[in-house]
């Protein structure tokens, strides 16, 4: 009879034994930058008429900003729309058409803040006649970013090694890195038409605030027992 082979028992590799462990972060920044969003409505009984009264009024209000502030100021439009009014009636008849409204938004960012308030009077005085919002943020949001992802990954890897030492083990390497991107969250303001009678003497009181900038750091490390 044939022997048979003789075959090696291979012996399958052990579990990884890991832990995982997220650190989050929270840093603050004083904002350097704001963006306003300055708003033109104008109503006619015409389409080219509702049109042409309101651009008018945004060359007044973009030529007040830009007094206002001089040439470091960001002008953009953000929105425009031209749409009829109606009449609506309640005996079910068709709706009629009563006149037209152009609104038009433009978009002021600014990086000095100590301007905020006088560019808002000024374009109101000038004929805007709604402030949409006010965001503040930063020029250099990279820096924060960096900053807040730092110390989240420390806190995980802190977090890991505490865990680790309750349980009588040890890190042995970092097997993986999750992170969510940190968010900046903006600091929002929101205004609404001016009040009658306003005076313009005294700007518009705006307090810029902190912002807030979150990192998430998921960390997955290898474990092993510590050699007593």
Do not use: C, W
Not at 33 to 56: F, K, L
Not at 64 to 82: D, E, M, N
Not at 94 to 112: K, R, W
């Amino acid at each position: 009879m044939a022997a048979s082979p003789a075959r090696a028992q291979q012996t399958p590799p052990s579990p990884v034994s890991s832990i995982r462990v997220t650190g989050d972060a929270q840093v603050t920044a004083k904002p350097d930058r704001v963006q306003i969003d300055v708003g033109v409505t104008t109503r006619a009984a015409q389409s080219q008429e509702a049109a042409s009264q309101n651009a008018r009024r945004v060359d007044a209000v973009l030529a007040a900003v830009r007094k206002a502030t001089g040439p470091a100021v960001v002008l953009k439009t953000i929105s425009y729309s031209l749409n009829p009014t109606y009449q609506y009636h309640s005996n079910g008849e068709e709706p009629t058409i009563t006149g037209y409204s152009a609104a038009n938004v433009v978009q002021v960012t600014l990086d000095d803040l100590a301007k905020i308030g006088t560019v808002i009077d000024s374009a109101t005085l000038a004929g805007a006649n709604h402030v949409q919002g006010i965001q503040f943020t930063l020029r250099d949001q990279d820096a924060v970013r960096a900053e807040a992802l730092r110390q989240a990954a420390t806190r995980a890897r802190a977090q890991a090694d505490v865990l680790a030492a309750a349980l009588a083990l040890k890190v042995v390497r970092v097997l993986s890195v999750e992170e969510n991107s940190p968010r900046v969250v903006p600091v929002r303001a929101y205004m609404g038409a001016p009040r009658a009678g306003a005076s313009a003497v005294t700007a518009t009181p705006v307090e810029a605030g902190t912002l807030e900038v979150t990192a998430d750091v998921m960390l997955t490390v290898e474990v092993s027992p510590t050699v007593r």
